[in-house]
């Protein structure tokens, strides 16, 4: 089938538990028809806030929904392949990939930084990937709030090359990164 058969198109989160069976798509980042099947699952997302709650999982709660969904009305669900749509997963787990993107070998349309404990370690990542394209100044929670303030665009904080820097030693990285510290005690140098 083609991409555009699908009503929704997830990455690959690399979790195979039972609860995120059977995509395995990743919900930080996905892709949404808008249609009458995904607006009667939303809607029952939006129902079914206590599931969310219980879980403490909106992946787990959008999972289950999308299995039913699925099947009561036939809801298209695709999860892309992880070579071309790598997330944190493959970013801790899959070195050998993680070295041609590094080395240029192999470009992916779309990276998202999960399976990562929070966002200031996401940003040191993506930034030894040569993956961030944000000014330092417009980071950080007070960045939105000063750049409403001051009525300055948003767009003023791109950067049209990434900021590249080391930080762990141990993580992948699109530049050697050895005098670096590890994040994982123990872990060798990724180059």
């Not at 899959?94 to 929070?118: D, Q, S, V």
């Not at 980071?139 to 300055?152: N, R």
């Not at 992948?172 to 670096?180: A, E, G, L, M």
Request: glycine share 6%.
């Amino acid at each position: 089938s083609k991409l555009y058969d699908f009503d929704i198109l997830f990455q690959d989160d690399g979790a195979r538990a039972v609860r995120f069976a059977p995509f395995s798509g990743n919900t930080g980042f996905y892709y949404v028809r808008h249609n009458k099947e995904t607006q009667y699952l939303f809607n029952q997302l939006l129902y079914n806030g206590d599931l969310i709650q219980e879980t403490n999982s909106h992946q787990q709660a959008l999972t289950a929904l999308l299995s039913e969904h699925s099947s009561l009305t036939g809801l298209k669900v695709k999860t892309l392949e992880g070579d071309d749509f790598p997330s944190g997963f493959h970013y801790h787990r899959k070195k050998p990939l993680m070295k041609k993107i590094a080395e240029g070998k192999h470009e992916p349309y779309l990276f998202h930084m999960c399976w990562t404990a929070n966002k200031d370690n996401k940003i040191l990542f993506m930034k030894q990937m040569g993956m961030w394209y944000m000014k330092e100044e417009c980071t950080g929670s007070e960045a939105l709030g000063k750049l409403d303030h001051d009525h300055t665009p948003v767009s003023s904080c791109c950067l049209a090359e990434p900021s590249v820097s080391c930080h762990y030693r141990d993580k992948p990285s699109i530049i050697p990164c050895k005098d670096s510290p590890p994040i994982d005690k123990g872990r060798p140098s990724f180059w």
